[in-house]
């Protein structure tokens, strides 16, 4: 059993540079878990808040209604907690708050049989940077393909 990715946010790596990574647990309701069986997360829009309680929680993470629920079906976008260290909290919010960095999500997957979610610190990029990305993105396209 190894790691089923489940969704992954790709316009992150245009929007944002990551600076660092890290693997947390998702506090999930039951009806949640099978719904992110079915693989109809969306994670493009979510965001990441640490409270004052050093409580850690991701916002706007879209998880659709299961199919098979019943009344007590979740909230599609509630906000949900991360399972994280203390002390992997305090690093993370030292960082995003004396460096200016946010916190956004990048992935989320099963890991044996428990749903996890790849966070990491990053940096909003300016227009010139995405442009610099896109441009080597070209040019190593060409080399690969060999039409330079």
Do not use: C
Not at 9 to 27: C, H, I, P, S, W
Not at 105 to 128: D, M, Q, R, T
């Amino acid at each position: 059993m190894g790691v089923k990715i489940i969704a992954k946010n790709k316009r992150a790596f245009f929007d944002f540079q990551v600076l660092e990574r890290l693997e947390a647990g998702v506090q999930l309701q039951g009806t949640e878990v099978k719904s992110i069986r079915s693989s109809q997360v969306r994670i493009a829009d979510a965001f990441i808040t640490i409270n004052e309680n050093e409580e850690a929680w991701i916002h706007n993470l879209h998880i659709p209604h299961y199919s098979f629920g019943n009344i007590h079906n979740h909230l599609e976008t509630r906000k949900r907690k991360l399972l994280l260290n203390k002390k992997e909290i305090q690093k993370f919010q030292h960082e995003a708050k004396s460096k200016n960095l946010t916190i956004i999500p990048i992935s989320i997957y099963f890991k044996k049989s428990y749903v996890k979610i790849e966070i990491a610190l990053a940096k909003g990029k300016k227009l010139h940077d995405k442009r610099q990305d896109q441009a080597k993105k070209d040019a190593e396209k060409k080399i690969r393909s060999g039409n330079f």
